[in-house]
């Protein structure tokens, strides 16, 4: 089949000569910007000739993507010399190719140039692209180790190497490296992939090939780090950033700013709280003392209350001993969960399924958490080591833009309205804030 796209695009190139520019305007699959640059590259490799070498690419390439992949690109380019055409043909279907073309590529990068590879192939074939990934967009979060990619790219290729399964049936599974995987069978897989794969795989060759900065534009996967003290207050890492950037909606991807670790503000339950109430959208991640680690995405706020609260965006995650999103199941309603000093519910952060046994909880009283065998909320499988287990660190991230402020809303202000934390510490006592119901008339 890739021939078959060399040939086409061939055809395609060689109508452009002998058709007028208004015509060809509408038939070019470069965009002006992108064939302006693709060219300049070339030129720049090629000077007078009309074709280029693989080590003057090569060198012009240089540090744009990792070694490897840079090879599998230049060996599926064809000998040198290579002409602007190939080089534009192997853009185009890598970026905004159909699913049955970008299968065919894949294929045969993996493969280097054959029709069928294995699954082992497919996924050092991702873990080449989500490192080159991480090499030019993860600049905002260098402080932190990159990590284990063979989690993220074997996550990405759940569905290839776990047909039939989900992500809650093979949290413990070994992954398959040995599957036949033909073009069809590539196709089936990316036409359901998780779509930051291909949105990753898009950036990386306009890296390579536009030298273009994935972290500028409408397509920003990666978001910016905001308020980190240090890398010791996290456990996340730059693949684990990725994993779930991709993962939450494009509203939150812009910035995350760091609210709470148990490392730097202290085992306390009281202080996460009246750290992450009110913040908007949050990313809770907990480590158990057998070194799971997971968490979730809650979309509304935390707040203390009596009632369930969030929509079906939210969803529950693992990142240790795999990467693994659970989304929500339909069956109710029951996102998010913030309560304390109460007698007859639980006191606690929880998330999904029925009260006491919720998909994850952290109880009031620090250090002891609860993770069901399995939700009613979520697809989520017991995603820590035991039932009960010991918590050995926590941190919350606010992502996207936060809540809107009284004056934001056209509302008066109050100095109600600006030490939430305060707010929670007096609900973590049992206090009631009588002056709560003290505020002066909007006289408006």
């Known amino acids: 089949m890739l021939t078959n796209i060399f040939v086409r695009l061939h055809f395609f190139w060689s109508k452009m000569g002998s058709n007028n520019a208004k015509s060809a305007s509408h038939e070019d699959p470069l965009s002006p910007d992108e064939r302006e640059k693709i060219k300049d590259g070339f030129h720049k490799v090629a000077g007078s000739s009309s074709a280029a070498s693989h080590e003057k690419l090569q060198a012009l390439w240089q540090g744009r993507a990792t070694k490897e992949l840079l090879e599998l ?28 073309e970008q299968a065919a590529l894949l294929v045969a990068l993996a493969s280097k140039g054959g029709k069928s590879c294995t699954s082992g ?8 692209v989500t490192a080159s990934y991480l090499q030019a967009a993860g600049q905002a979060w260098s402080q932190l180790p990159v990590g284990p990619l063979s989690l993220l790219s074997s996550c990405l290729c759940h569905d290839l190497l776990f047909p039939g399964k989900s992500t809650k049936q093979t949290l ?16 089936k897989w990316l036409a359901a992939a998780p779509p930051g794969l291909l949105a990753m795989q898009a950036a990386v060759f306009e ?45 939150c991807r812009k910035n995350w700013r760091f609210l709470f670790s148990s490392v730097v503000h202290g085992e306390s339950f009281s202080k996460m709280l009246g750290s992450v109430v009110w913040k908007g959208p949050t990313i809770i ?47 109710n309603e029951h996102f998010q969960y ?66 809107p402020t009284p ?28 002056s709560e119901g003290l505020r002066e008339p909007d006289e408006s």
């Open 338 to 403: 913030l309560n304390v000093q109460q007698q007859t519910m639980p006191n606690g952060l929880g998330m999904g399924g029925q009260l006491d046994y919720f998909g994850l909880y952290l109880d009031a009283n620090y250090g002891k958490g609860f993770c069901s065998e399995s939700c009613t909320t979520y697809h989520s499988p017991m995603m820590s080591t035991s039932k009960q287990f010991d918590v050995s660190h926590v941190e919350v991230w606010a992502i996207g833009p936060p809540p």
């Open 73 to 100: 690109i230049l060996a599926q380019l064809g000998s040198s010399p290579i002409t602007f055409n190939r080089l534009a043909t192997l853009y185009v279907h890598a970026v905004r190719g159909s699913v049955d």
């Open 207 to 251: 890296k390579i090939f536009l030298n273009a900065d994935p972290n500028v534009g409408k397509k920003r996967l990666f978001p910016l780090c905001e308020g980190l003290p240090s890398a010791k207050a996290t456990i996340l890492d730059q693949a684990a950033v990725a994993f779930l950037a991709t993962a939450v909606p494009s509203d």
């Open 407 to 434: 004056e934001e809303l056209g509302e008066r202000s109050s100095v109600l309205d600006r030490d939430n934390e305060a707010k929670a510490l007096l609900a973590m006592v049992g206090k009631e804030q009588k």
């Open 172 to 187: 413990m599974s070994a992954a398959p490296m040995d599957l036949a995987v033909t073009e069809m069978e590539a196709s």
């Open 121 to 128: 192939q497919v996924v050092a074939l991702v873990e080449g």
């Open 285 to 331: 991640l907990v480590q158990d003392a057998g070194g799971h680690v997971f968490g979730g995405f809650a979309v509304a706020s935390w707040n203390v209350g009596p009632k369930f609260v969030g929509d079906n965006r939210c969803f529950l995650f693992n990142l240790r001993p795999k990467m693994a999103i659970y989304p929500t199941s339909g069956y």
